[in-house]
C-alpha cells in the first residue's frame, strides 16, 4: 500500500508566485505615484482613491455572495487594485457618488458580469473611467490645479493640463506649453488625473515591477517607443500638427496606462511577440487620436481596443506548451 501514487489535476509545478502576491506587488509599485498625488492634491487624492477602493470591494463582495453565490476572493487584493486604478484615472476633486457608479460599472459591469476574476475582456478600472468620461465629461475633464488645492476638495480651483494644449486649433498653444517644461511633468507639477501627475513616481514603479518579474518589459517599452519614434516623425514633418515627443511621453496617461494598465495579465496577449504586437497597436492608436481625434488623450481607448484584440492575438502567437518543440 505504500508505493500507491497520489495523482492530482495539472499545473504538478508550482511557483512561488500567487494571485495576492502579484496583485500587492503592483499595489506596492503604484505607492511612489499615490505619495506624489498626495502630496500635490492633497486631501482630494486620499478621498477619491479611499471611495473607489472601498466601493469595489464592497461590490465585488455584494455580487460574489448576493449574486453569482460563489465565495467572495476580496482578499486576493484584485478588487483593491482595480479601486486603485480607477481613482488613479480620475480628477483629485470628482463627487464622490460619481466615483460610486465608477466603482460599479468597473466591477459590476466589466469584472463580475464575466464571471469575476481571469475572466474579464476588458480592463475594469478603464471601462469604468471611459465610462464615466461619457456619462460626466464636464466632471471628467475639470482638473485641479496642484499644490494650490492640497486643502480643498470639491470647491478646487481648477486648470487645463498640458494635453489640453497640444490640440491643434487651428494650430498648437505653443506658448501656454512653454509654461510647463519637461521636468516638471517628470516631477508631477501639473494637471491631470491624480496617478498620471508624476512621470518619475511611475517610471519608478515600472522597474521595480519588472525587476520583482511581475511584468515583463515588452509591453511597456512597445508602446512608449512606437509614441516616441511616431511623435517624432510627424513633429519633424509637420511641427504645427504634433509637439515635442517628451511632451507626449511624459503628459496624459502614456506612462500610467503603459506600465500599469496596459500590462494587466487577464487582457493582455500571453507570448512576447503577442505582447510586443500589442504594444504597437496600443501606442499607433494613442497617437493617432491624439492628433487627429477630438479628444486631446487617447490611452484608455487604445487599451480597450487593443484588449478586444488580444483573443485573436493569443490564437495567432500561441506560447510553446510545456514539453513541446518549437516547428518553423
Not at 496624459?252 to 495579465?265: H, R, S, V
Amino acid at each position: 500500500m505504500s508505493n500507491l501514487l497520489t495523482i492530482s489535476p495539472s499545473p504538478h509545478a508550482k511557483g512561488k508566485e500567487t494571485v495576492s502576491s502579484l496583485m500587492f506587488g503592483v499595489l506596492m509599485a503604484l505607492v511612489p505615484a499615490f505619495l506624489f498625488s498626495l502630496y500635490f492634491f492633497g486631501i482630494g487624492a486620499l478621498i477619491t482613491t479611499l471611495v473607489s477602493v472601498g466601493f469595489c470591494v464592497l461590490f465585488e463582495w455584494l455580487i460574489a455572495k448576493y449574486i453569482l453565490k460563489t465565495k467572495p476572493q476580496i482578499c486576493d487584493g484584485s478588487a483593491i487594485l482595480t479601486g486603485v486604478l480607477l481613482a488613479f484615472n480620475l480628477p483629485s476633486n470628482i463627487n464622490p457618488f460619481i466615483v460610486m457608479i465608477g466603482a460599479l460599472v468597473a466591477i459590476g459591469v466589466a469584472k463580475m458580469t464575466f464571471g469575476g476574476l481571469g475572466q474579464n475582456l476588458f480592463n475594469p478600472a478603464l471601462v469604468g473611467r471611459v465610462f464615466l468620461l461619457i456619462s460626466f465629461p464636464q466632471q471628467m475633464t475639470t482638473w485641479p490645479k496642484p499644490i494650490e488645492n492640497r486643502l480643498n476638495y470639491l470647491d478646487a480651483v481648477t486648470g487645463a493640463t498640458p494635453m489640453s494644449f497640444m490640440k491643434p486649433r487651428p494650430e498648437i498653444d505653443h506658448s501656454a506649453l512653454d509654461a510647463i517644461q519637461p521636468v516638471d511633468m517628470l516631477m508631477g507639477a501639473m494637471g491631470g488625473s491624480l496617478g498620471e501627475i508624476a512621470a518619475l513616481a511611475l517610471i519608478i514603479g515600472g522597474i521595480y515591477m519588472i525587476w520583482r518579474k511581475i511584468i515583463t518589459w515588452h509591453i511597456p517599452v512597445s508602446i512608449i517607443a512606437t509614441v516616441a519614434i511616431f511623435t517624432s516623425l510627424v513633429w519633424l514633418i509637420d511641427p504645427t500638427m504634433c509637439v515635442n515627443p517628451l511632451y507626449h511621453l511624459l503628459g496624459g496617461g502614456l506612462l500610467l496606462g503603459a506600465i500599469f494598465m496596459a500590462t494587466d495579465y487577464v487582457t493582455s496577449p500571453m507570448s512576447d511577440k503577442g505582447k510586443l504586437i500589442y504594444g504597437v497597436g496600443i501606442g499607433l492608436l494613442t497617437v493617432i487620436i491624439r492628433l487627429w481625434g477630438s479628444y486631446p488623450e487617447g490611452m484608455s481607448f487604445a487599451i480597450l481596443l487593443m484588449n478586444a484584440v488580444t483573443p485573436l492575438i493569443n490564437k495567432k502567437f500561441k506560447p510553446t506548451r510545456f514539453g513541446e518543440t518549437k516547428t518553423k
